[in-house]
């Protein structure tokens, strides 16, 4: 052990966020040491701050200071179209890329039996309870295996609800190159051209 014991708890710790493995954590931690008055201590004020204030929200599963969330809350959002996510980063992405003025619903996860998460384990249920005020529900899972069984066991539980039911385009991304592209992508591209 290199540090005192509360400095190596603070990368092991680090060390358990997506995208940090134990070397990044350990720069981490020596940066926030470096600039502890500029960095860590509002950092730990703010992560305080955030113990206290952060909610799941009641309606969608977004996170916020306040439940419903301010996306739930805004009378401007239509209640047309609901855009089904995996998780929250997936509704952030969606709101920075500036889809509308659209609602979202969490499902906190993909249906996947050999990690033992099933359709209690997600927020299903809810969407189920949530789809008659909706015209459309848009499925937005990622497109593995996992993804596509969960859009086709809720397509399956939402079969006679009265509400239209699609999913995002597959295919080509915008500035893609064919050569760089799988297989895979490049069928369902194929299958799902449009007219020009």
């Given at each position: 052990?290199?540090?005192?014991?509360?400095?190596?708890?603070?990368?092991?710790?680090?060390?358990?966020?997506?995208?940090?493995?134990?070397?990044?954590?350990?720069?981490?931690?020596?940066?926030?040491?470096?600039?502890?008055?500029?960095?860590?201590?509002?950092?730990?004020?703010?992560?305080?701050?955030?113990?206290?204030?952060?909610?799941?929200?009641?309606?969608c599963?977004?996170?916020d200071?306040?439940?419903?969330?301010?996306?739930?809350?805004?009378?401007?959002?239509?209640?047309?179209?609901?855009?089904?996510?995996?998780?929250?980063?997936?509704?952030?992405?969606?709101?920075?890329?500036?889809?509308?003025?659209?609602?979202?619903?969490?499902?906190g996860?993909?249906?996947?039996?050999?990690?033992?998460?099933?359709?209690?384990?997600?927020?299903?249920?809810?969407?189920?309870?949530?789809?008659?005020?909706?015209?459309?529900?848009?499925?937005?899972?990622?497109?593995?295996?996992?993804?596509?069984?969960?859009?086709?066991?809720?397509?399956?539980?939402?079969?006679?609800?009265?509400?239209?039911?699609?999913?995002?385009?597959?295919?080509?991304?915008?500035?893609?190159?064919?050569?760089?592209?799988?297989?895979?992508?490049?069928?369902?591209?194929?299958?799902?051209?449009?007219?020009?």
């Open positions: 052990m290199a540090a005192g014991p509360e400095i190596e708890q603070l990368i092991q710790l680090l060390a358990r966020l997506p995208g940090l493995g134990p070397r990044s954590a350990r720069r981490a931690v020596l940066h926030l040491i470096k600039k502890k008055d500029q960095l860590m201590l509002p950092l730990a004020a703010a992560l305080d701050r955030a113990v206290e204030t952060v909610k799941v929200c009641e309606v599963g977004n996170v200071t306040r439940s419903p969330c301010s996306i739930c809350a805004d009378p401007r959002r239509s209640s047309g179209m609901l855009i089904v996510v995996e998780d929250v980063a997936d509704l952030w992405a969606l709101e920075r890329a500036g889809v509308g003025a659209v609602k979202y619903h969490v499902l996860g993909v249906l996947s039996p050999l990690d033992g998460i099933g359709p209690d384990d997600l927020s299903i249920e809810a969407l189920l309870r949530r789809a008659p005020e909706f015209s459309e529900i848009v499925l937005a899972v990622n497109a593995t295996v996992e993804g596509q069984t969960t859009a086709h066991y809720i397509t399956d539980r939402l079969a006679g609800a009265g509400v239209r039911i699609t999913r995002l385009a597959h295919g080509v991304p915008v500035g893609g190159e064919l050569d760089y592209l799988d297989e895979g992508t490049l069928s369902q591209a194929l299958k799902a051209r449009t007219e020009m």
